[in-house]
């Protein structure tokens, strides 16, 4: 099983409509986990860091059930410059940073 | 804004020839990483630094090797390129306190025929 394992889409979402999706992690002793942001050919960027239950930065909402040792992302109002890959990331033994393969969210008109 | 830089955005080299990545950030960030990412695999660590002159392995460390002789420079080797080796290498860079809050290079995209 992998350490960090993500859906990987694609997400067809509507332009305005709300869209989440999961990631699921392993390692029961991660406390920090991250979501990436990686538009076609272009490098990861960090867009939302989760160190306790949750955290919100606009229309974006992460979540995390450590009973179910997932995280989630939730993107309100949807826009066509949300359409890109969000990777997971969660903090792994040895003072490394374990990634899901990407979740590939495209936003419609 | 933090700036990481890569030598080259497209390499091809020949099998058995050895290749270097550079690696450069211009904030000051203690830690180094670098990764390679493969359709349907993720993105895989493959060495990291926290130090001038210290290196760390990640998860697939094998053919490959790194230095590091400047804080903001991290070179990756591979020392005999091999077809399996054909990959996009990401270099990232972070604080030494935030270390998981890394900045990616924009990558090269190494082809090994």
């Known amino acids: 099983r992998k350490e960090v394992e993500q859906d990987p889409g694609p997400f067809n979402v509507p332009e305005g409509a709300t869209v989440a999706f999961n990631c699921t992690y392993s390692?029961?002793?991660?406390?920090?986990f991250f979501w990436y942001r990686q538009d076609c050919r272009k490098e990861p960027k960090l867009l939302m860091s989760?160190?306790?239950s949750g955290n919100e930065d606009g229309r974006f909402t992460a979540q995390l059930n450590r009973a179910s040792q997932y995280i989630s992302l939730l993107i309100r109002d949807s826009k066509l410059s949300d359409s890109a890959t969000y990777l997971c990331?969660?903090?792994?033994?040895?003072?490394?940073?374990?990634f899901g393969g990407g979740t590939r969210v495209l936003v419609k008109p | 804004d933090v700036k990481v830089t890569q030598s080259s955005r497209y390499l091809v080299k020949r099998t058995g020839e050895k290749v270097f990545l550079e690696c450069v950030q211009d904030?000051?960030?203690?830690?180094m990483f670098w990764y390679r990412q493969d359709p349907g695999l993720g993105l895989r660590l493959i060495y990291f630094?926290?130090?001038?002159?210290?290196?760390e392995k990640g998860d697939i460390p094998e053919g490959y090797s790194v230095s590091r002789e400047k804080k903001e420079r991290f070179s990756l080797i591979l020392e005999s390129a091999s077809t399996n080796q054909t990959s996009m290498y990401l270099c990232?860079?972070?604080?030494?306190?935030?270390?998981?809050?890394?900045?990616f290079g924009p990558g090269t995209r190494l082809t090994v025929t």
């Open positions: 904030m000051d960030h203690e830690n």
């Open positions: 990232a860079s972070s604080q030494f306190r935030a270390r998981y809050e890394q900045y």
């Open positions: 390692n029961s002793a991660s406390q920090s």
């Open positions: 630094s926290y130090d001038v002159k210290m290196k």
């Open positions: 989760v160190y306790s």
């Open positions: 990331a969660a903090e792994a033994a040895g003072n490394k940073l374990t």
